[in-house]
């Protein structure tokens, strides 16, 4: 077996508690955008997602996006869904992404179409989420394509999938095949609620998944009970308790500090919890809300090295 190559893989390898951030690409040809973020989170974050045209609307490519974070010094993870490609633009994506930098793969199905800005694309789909988990595997392990072909310098990456422990109902089965196809760690919806968390982990700890993957939560600080109520009603699978809803509504016009105080206060719970391997903070493009929340939290400065 070829171990990955990045610097994440080695965190979680030590059993280290990693910090992951998201970076969207624009809705623009300019990387200026990209450049201001990845400089922002260089010491905060062990690697950045580059995003892939989320909530199936157009933007600039991830692979731009993962060269702009590899030259400010982050780790570039390239997210790739199978909505928008066959499985021979999937393998050309994988390839130049490695070789732009990026040492992670984030393999999704794709936000509907429907709810988009093109509602009459196509949906690709030559191959299922499972499928492409398994050809980022097959290209680490065996050094070819799912046609068989040899590589030259075959990419090594670190394969991580989502999960939404929330979700109702919830189908263990799903996040099973995922790694049965190969994926090495899990990074799950949104989460703001520790105590159900923990009872998420106690489940998945008899099914044996921290013994086969390192697991991320995603945390996103809330801004004002309004945003909180909008996740509650709109997002799939979170759950924002009415004890935060409540503390937001009472804060008033410091609602962004109190959401920025509960989600320190969660992370330090997330901590606490048996086999978690870090977090990933999605701030929406507020980067000053990020890293206060991770040095807050006491997850900065980052290693230096892995």
Known sequence: MTDPGGRLAAILRRGGFAVTGEI???????????????RGLVGYVDAVNLTDNPTATAHMS???????????????????????RNRLALTADLLGAWALGARNVFCLSGDPIAIGDHPDATEVTDLGVNDVIALARRMREAGTTLAGGELEDPPRYLIGVADVPFAEPYDAARLDAKLDAGADFVTTQIVYDAERLAAWADAMRVRGLFERASVLVGVTPLRSAR?????????PGVHVPPATVAALEAAGDDAAAVGTELTVRLVEAVRSIAGIAGIHVMAMGHDAI????IERAGLFPRPASA
Do not use: K, W, Y
């Open 62 to 84: 991830p692979l731009a996006g993962v060269r702009v974070a590899a030259e400010a010094g982050i780790e570039p993870t390239v997210q790739l869904t199978v909505r928008d």
């Open 227 to 235: 945003q909180a109520r909008s996740m509650n009603e709109r997002l």
């Open 290 to 293: 990020a890293r206060e929340l």
């Open 24 to 38: 969207v690409p624009p809705r623009g040809g300019s990387l200026a955008p990209i450049a201001e973020h990845a």
